[in-house]
């Protein structure tokens, strides 16, 4: 494989919208910098975003586990590094890395899926080779499905307004992680986020509404929400 597939690093200092109460890294602005520090890892190979729209392609991310050993501060200089960790089914997987200096702070290990850009109807991997680069090789990495308690209870409403569209006209998968901070049951003040899984179902469009769902069990939280066409996505986060 093409070394510029392999590893591809942008060095970011952290802005004050970047940041939480706590001062530190929120969990959709991390979302936000995997989403577009992944399309300019494809750039380097002349395949921005508009390229592979305007081919008919879009990658969108369909689960993701993030693990924070610690999460940095404003103003923070940190390094993030991203790599092509191979197909597996119609999943194309990824990791991302975050450094402070010699600390490493956030894992995360993302799937994607291939679609096309206008009925969203998900694509075989092999439409993605015309382009002749190599999606890297993947060494056991694995995302599964996350079980919902079926007995969790309904635990708020959230509607889809025109500021959380994305440039494919739907739910951005940031917002989502907003939402589990908002809704999650015991709130995030005094909590330490440590392992977070989200498995993206169903696409939510502007005006639908959202109904969470939230339950505690075996030591870890779990929050979905359902929109009027099913099941949108569903979240298993651990805290210490």
């Excluded at 993947?138 to 569209?165: C, F, H, T």
């Amino acid at each position: 494989m093409d070394d510029k597939l392999k590893e591809y690093s942008e060095t970011i200092q952290l802005a004050t919208y970047d940041v939480g109460v706590k001062n530190k890294l929120r969990l959709s602005s991390l979302m936000r910098y995997c989403q577009e520090i992944s399309e300019r890892h494809l750039g380097v190979y002349g395949l921005p975003y508009e390229k592979l729209k305007a081919d008919g392609l879009v990658f969108v991310f369909t689960r993701a586990q993030i693990k924070i050993h610690n999460l940095p501060v404003h103003r923070d200089t940190i390094r993030m590094t991203t790599r092509a960790c191979g197909v597996v089914g119609a999943q194309f997987y990824r990791e991302f890395e975050v450094w402070r200096g010699e600390e490493l702070m956030v894992e995360v290990l993302e799937a994607s899926a291939l679609v096309s850009a206008r009925e969203h109807r998900l694509l075989r991997p092999k439409a993605f080779s015309r382009y002749g680069i190599s999606a890297g090789e993947n060494s056991g990495q694995r995302l599964g499905r996350i079980a919902m308690p079926k007995d969790a209870p309904q635990v708020g409403e959230r509607m889809v307004r025109y500021s959380d569209l994305d440039y494919n006209g739907h739910l951005n998968n940031a917002i989502y992680c907003d939402i589990f901070c908002d809704f999650v049951p015991g709130g995030m003040m005094g909590r330490n986020l440590v392992d977070f899984q989200i498995h993206f179902v169903l696409e939510t469009r502007l005006g639908e509404n959202l109904k969470i769902y939230a339950k505690e069990e075996d030591g870890a939280v779990y929050l979905g929400g359902d929109n009027p066409r099913g099941d949108s996505f569903v979240c298993r986060a651990v805290f210490e």
